[in-house]
């Protein structure tokens, strides 16, 4: 598939249907996502509208259909931690190796920029191979690895964290700016 033939959009609440029909093969049957249970559409749309408020939220279009989405969220509460995010990536999984995930990634990159982001972080299930030198190839480099420290699908699983310095500071960064204010650029 080429590039041209996919579009890229911010995502919308009423994408969360199509979004869990991509999500919920994750939750299902991988420990790509610690989660146990698929969410509701409801809860979907309640996390699409709360990611918006602060992050971007993306998905790609192929054909009509939504074939993979991206978004950034919150590394920790704490406002400190404000410059700093996490981001996830899922392509259905019938479309993996089109350039999909590369395409959402360099979008969202080009958002966290404007709204002042300095560093990009990715929890991975270890040993998520494909995952991790997906991030590599981005730039992103491994930081930590969890041993044992989440359970799904009958064994303990590791995670490694994975980083991407977007702006290097030496001194007070640069006002967090909302995705709000820089959705249009």
């Known amino acids: 598939m080429s590039e041209e033939a996919v579009a890229l959009r911010i995502a919308r609440p009423e994408d969360a249907e199509a979004l869990l029909g991509i999500y919920s093969w994750y939750v299902e049957n991988t420990t790509v996502t610690f989660e146990y249970d698929v969410p509701s559409v409801a809860e979907f749309e309640g996390r699409i509208r709360r990611t918006l408020a602060r992050y ?22 704490r406002v400190a931690y404000i410059w ?31 709204q002042n982001i300095a560093s990009i972080d990715a929890c991975i299930s270890y040993p998520n191979k494909e995952s991790i030198k997906f991030h590599s190839s981005l730039d992103f480099e491994r ?20 980083q991407k310095i977007l702006k290097e500071n030496d001194s007070a960064p640069e006002a967090f700016v909302p995705f709000p204010e820089v959705r249009e650029k």
């Open 84 to 114: 700093c995010c996490e981001a996830s990536v899922y392509v259905r999984r019938d479309m993996h190796r089109h350039g999909i995930g590369r395409m959402l990634y360099t979008q969202l990159e080009r958002y966290l920029r404007l």
């Open 56 to 77: 971007p939220y993306l998905v790609a279009e192929a054909g009509g259909q939504i074939v993979g989405y991206a978004y950034a969220g919150e590394f920790r509460e």
């Open 143 to 162: 930081v930590a690895r969890f041993s044992k420290c989440a359970f799904k699908m009958g064994s303990w699983v590791d995670v490694v964290w994975m």
